[in-house]
């Protein structure tokens, strides 16, 4: 999609929904207390941020090795690694596979990277049924909706809407509690666990030392999908490994912490090939494709190089004002928040995504936030300046931009320029003269400020 | 070329950088008695636990799983749950050992029972590893979970784990209390997909 | 000890005010004042929007303007924060500036560090009998880390009685241009920042940025509010 994502107008609707705006406040409220009490608990998180991200930035700068060194150790645990230029190589990879294997239905378990490559869509245009099992991402392939938060997808949908989808397509009665609604779906994907082929999974780690996959969740979904079906395709961005076994004290530390507010998640799943010998369950075949799909773009320019480290945990969308007001949807892609509108334009390119870095007051929040320490305002301030080189500004912005500095350039012309500025700040507090962009936009919601009198430089004495 | 070296040549292309690999840290002393900290921490995240002698394991089993009804159970192979076994034999429950443990039997069981290899403190996470003798299943399919842990294997911290451990299994898995989502509004429910409810004996 | 005053470019021409007032408690702590008058603005309007190579223009003016001064004041965390972690950024590509450079930010100070840190002085001799809650402005609380000092400072002035503000490390809305190009996003984060205000009960709210001041005065003013909005320095000034 070559159309630009238009942020304000997607914000503009979110405010107007007081659904959407009441579940936004409760759930980030919520979240970022989660996650500072149990964040208070770790005195050394400061240190182990530092070490997050140099671990990271260090993996990135010797890429090539440590992806090969994973490779060789999962085949060795008996795997096979599959290597993909694009998305749509990774869709085909996976349908090819399960072609292979005759596999008819497909059970996943909860991948952005899947969601970013789009492969349900895939899957069905191939004739593959494909059950999302993930609680939240299966509501909403049941609505035909996007996510709209990586951690929570179906934060933005009530309680009785979600009582309403399952008693549609469930046929079970329009429970009023959470426990039950969830039970109805237990049993439902259950029989979808044993009826599936193939599982399809994404990464959070990747060990290159051992040839090791990590998946974290809460729900047991991942452990069934990686368990039950005799395939298991695992999907991961290249800028998922990291080098050792021991790291993982560190970033195990800090994920579900930051994401979730929990000293450890309910299941973390460390998968080293398929089955071996003489063991009852688990995939008699084990796949890992690795993928670019843009990554070695970004990873090739250095100022935007440190956004590779994000583990996904959602921290940064949870601390963020602007996604607070939003959600997910409105950033028109599958990463949203701060992180979010540092990838989209890289990814999709800065036509697609020039609204995005714009649309942030670089607070900061989301960079205290960060568990690997990436300098979001900074990245967003970096293709702040990109977009403007290359696409130009509106001409509002550049006429306002280009003379506060023309102004500004000279104390005399300041001089003049503050004394025309006052008479027109007079009239404009009396409404004798409409306000020009940008001042048109500041009045909407505030006052301008009172007049000011003669300026600092005008009545300093030494 | 094939997508590996068109790959690979992109990442090598882009130089050196000099970014070094911090050092490993070394486990940090907590206070307190880890065993302790991790009844706490695993009782905090919804398991049941409780302490138990070697000698009263097997009886204190029977009873608690009597008590929810359990008529079949799955169980590893281990010589620490060789008591357990024998009681509940004895009390006509049906066993399911590994090697017929399939999918859809073992998913008929009414609990799971395991050992653990390790539990980490901090976290109240029991480790759990696989073997021909230990399924994935049993630990995952039955509703309710049943795990036996040597005190002496109770770890402060992550840290102590990952200096001990170092080859791996197909399969290990980190489980902390009983599976749980808040997806619905935010509402918090235990018992998703895998097992409701996990049940702790800490030895000794 | 003396100071160089950079009193940036919306305290100049908006709220000269919190410019005496930043003079007057300097100079009541025993600091001399010194005003370059060339001084205009630290170009953050610009780098912020995007426009790079136009805020270097203004920045490579400020960087002889205050070359060879004592430590430099600034009242005004953004703009301090602007000079000391952005204009490296902006003169990566120059490296023959980078020893200018270096000197400016090792010298700058927002306010409220440079009386604590600096002067090493938590009481300014401020006199104050009134309730006030107190707002921390991003860029000084995140970019220069600015937890404490204006806290400190507060809590000395006699007669203030301070209140604790709900949310009070959360953005105010103003983020320079994107309150006028989201503006209901920051119309929506300002009503945010108002209704904990109102709920302190307080009869002023203050901070270090009049540009954070600004955008919430607007806001009390559309309400009708009696709420007053004044900086850090005109509190300390009071006496």
Redesign the interface.
């Known amino acids: 999609m070559k159309e630009r994502i238009d942020?304000?107008r997607n914000?503009?609707a979110a405010?107007r929904n007081p659904f959407l705006q009441s579940a936004l406040r409760t759930a980030m409220v919520r979240f970022r207390s989660l996650r500072d009490a149990v964040v208070e608990e770790v005195p050394e998180w400061q240190v182990l941020r530092e070490y997050a991200y140099a671990t990271k930035m260090h993996v990135l700068a010797n890429l090539d090795r440590y992806l090969t060194r994973l490779e060789a150790n999962v085949a060795a645990a008996g795997g096979v690694v599959h290597w993909v230029r694009s998305g749509d190589e990774a869709a085909s990879t996976i349908v090819d596979l399960a072609r292979r294997h005759k596999a008819q239905t497909i059970v996943k378990s909860k991948s952005m990277t899947t969601e970013e490559i789009e492969l349900n869509r895939f899957l069905h245009a191939a004739g593959v049924q494909v059950a999302e099992t993930d609680l939240g991402e299966y509501l909403i392939q049941l609505a035909g909706e996007r996510p709209a938060h990586f951690v929570v997808p179906a934060v933005h949908k009530s309680k009785g809407s979600i009582a309403a989808l399952l008693s549609e397509k469930l046929g079970i009665p329009r429970f009023d509690d959470a426990a039950q609604l969830t039970r109805a779906v237990r049993g439902e994907l259950r029989q979808r666990f044993f009826a599936a082929d193939m599982g399809v999974s994404g990464v959070n780690f990747a060990i290159a030392d051992t040839g090791t996959i990590v998946i974290v969740e809460n729900e047991g979904n991942a452990r069934l999908t990686t368990t039950l079906p005799r395939v298991h395709v695992a999907l991961m961005g290249i800028e998922k490994v990291i080098p050792r076994l021991a790291d993982l004290a560190v970033f195990l530390t800090l994920l579900p912490r930051s994401a979730t507010g929990q000293r450890m998640t309910g299941y973390v799943s460390f998968i080293t090939g398929p089955r071996r010998a003489g063991e009852v369950d688990g995939p008699e075949e084990f796949h890992l494709i690795i993928m670019d799909n843009g990554r070695s773009s970004i990873h090739a320019d250095r100022a935007m190089r440190e956004c590779l480290a994000c583990i996904r945990c959602g921290a940064c969308l949870n601390s963020c004002?602007?996604f607070e007001?939003?959600g997910g949807h409105a950033y028109g892609s599958v990463y949203s928040g701060p992180i979010g509108a540092v990838l989209t334009p890289l990814y999709r390119g800065l036509d697609v995504g020039r609204d995005l870095p714009?649309?942030?007051?670089?607070?900061?929040?989301c960079?205290?936030v960060c568990p690997v320490k990436i300098g979001l305002p900074?990245l967003l301030?970096e293709l702040?300046?990109?977009?403007?080189?290359r696409r130009g500004?509106s001409w509002m912005?550049r006429l306002f931009?280009?003379g506060?500095?023309a102004t500004?350039?000279?104390?005399t012309r300041?001089r003049a320029a503050?004394r025309v500025?006052r008479i027109l700040h007079h009239l404009a507090l009396r409404q004798r003269v409409p306000l020009p962009?940008?001042?048109s936009?500041?009045s909407?919601?505030?006052?301008?400020?009172p007049p000011?009198?003669?300026?600092?430089?005008d009545?300093?004495r030494? | 070329m094939s997508a590996r070296e068109e790959i690979l040549r992109r990442l090598r292309a882009t130089g050196e950088a000099e970014a070094p690999l911090p050092e490993i840290r070394a486990p940090i002393r907590i206070t307190g008695d880890p065993v302790q900290l991790f009844l706490e921490r695993a009782a905090a995240v919804g398991a049941d636990v409780v302490r138990i002698t070697s000698g009263g394991l097997a009886e204190r089993v029977v009873r608690d799983l009597r008590r929810r009804g359990v008529q079949a159970v799955a169980v590893w192979e281990d010589p620490v749950l060789a008591s357990v076994q024998s009681a509940l034999r004895a009390e006509g429950v049906e066993i399911l050992l590994p090697q017929d443990q399939t999918s859809t039997r073992v998913t008929r069981a009414d609990a799971g029972v395991t050992t653990a290899d390790y539990a980490i403190a901090e976290t109240g996470t029991l480790v759990l590893t696989c073997s021909p003798l230990r399924p994935r299943s049993t630990s995952l399919l039955p509703p309710l979970h049943v795990a036996v842990l040597s005190r002496d294997r109770i770890l402060p911290t992550l840290e102590h784990l990952f200096t001990d451990l170092h080859v791996l299994p197909s399969a290990l898995t980190f489980i902390t209390g009983p599976s749980r989502t808040a997806d619905i509004e935010l509402t918090p429910v235990q018992g998703v997909h895998g097992p409701v409810s996990i049940q702790v004996y800490v030895l000794g | 000890m003396r100071a160089t005053l950079f009193?940036t470019?919306l305290?100049?021409?908006?709220?000269?005010q919190v410019?005496?007032a930043t003079v007057s408690v300097l100079r009541r702590l025993g600091v001399e004042v010194?005003?370059p008058?060339?001084?205009?603005?630290c170009?953050q309007?610009?780098?912020?929007?995007?426009?790079?190579p136009?805020?270097q223009?203004?920045a490579r003016?400020l960087l002889p303007t205050f070359a060879d001064v004592p430590d430099i004041v600034v009242p005004s965390g953004s703009c301090a924060a602007m000079l000391r972690e952005?204009y490296p950024?902006l003169f990566r590509n120059q490296p023959w500036l980078a020893e200018q450079t270096r000197r400016l930010v090792e010298r700058t100070y927002e306010l409220s560090e440079f009386l604590v840190d600096v002067i090493g002085r938590d009481d300014v001799g401020a006199y104050f009998p009134h309730t006030v809650t107190y707002h921390a402005s991003?860029?000084g609380?995140?970019?220069l880390r600015l937890r404490e000092q204006p806290l400190r400072l507060l809590r000395q002035v006699r007669g203030l009685q301070l209140r604790p503000l709900e949310g009070l490390?959360?953005?105010c809305?103003?983020?320079?241009?994107?309150?006028?190009?989201?503006?209901?996003?920051?119309?929506?984060?300002?009503?945010?920042k108002l209704r904990a205000i109102e709920a302190t009960g307080a009869e002023v709210v203050t901070g270090t940025d009049v540009s954070c001041l600004?955008?919430i005065?607007?806001?009390l003013?559309?309400r009708r509010s009696p709420i007053r909005a004044m900086h850090l320095a005109e509190l300390l000034a009071a006496q």
């Open positions: 942020f304000a914000a503009e405010l004002p602007v007001r939003t714009f649309a942030s007051s670089l607070c900061g929040a960079e205290e900074r301030l702040r300046s990109r977009i403007v080189r500004a912005d931009v280009r506060w500095v500004m350039m000279n104390p300041l503050g500025v962009y940008p001042f936009e500041w909407k919601a505030r006052d301008l400020p000011a009198g003669p300026p600092f430089r009545r300093w030494s | 009193v470019c305290v100049d021409q908006l709220f000269p410019g005496e010194e005003f008058r060339a001084q205009t603005c170009g309007v610009a780098f912020s929007d995007g426009f790079w136009e805020a223009r203004l003016r952005f950024t991003c860029h609380l995140r970019g490390e959360e953005c809305g103003f983020g320079g241009m994107f309150a006028v190009k989201f503006s209901s996003l920051s119309a929506s984060m300002l009503e945010t600004m955008h005065a607007g806001g003013s559309r």
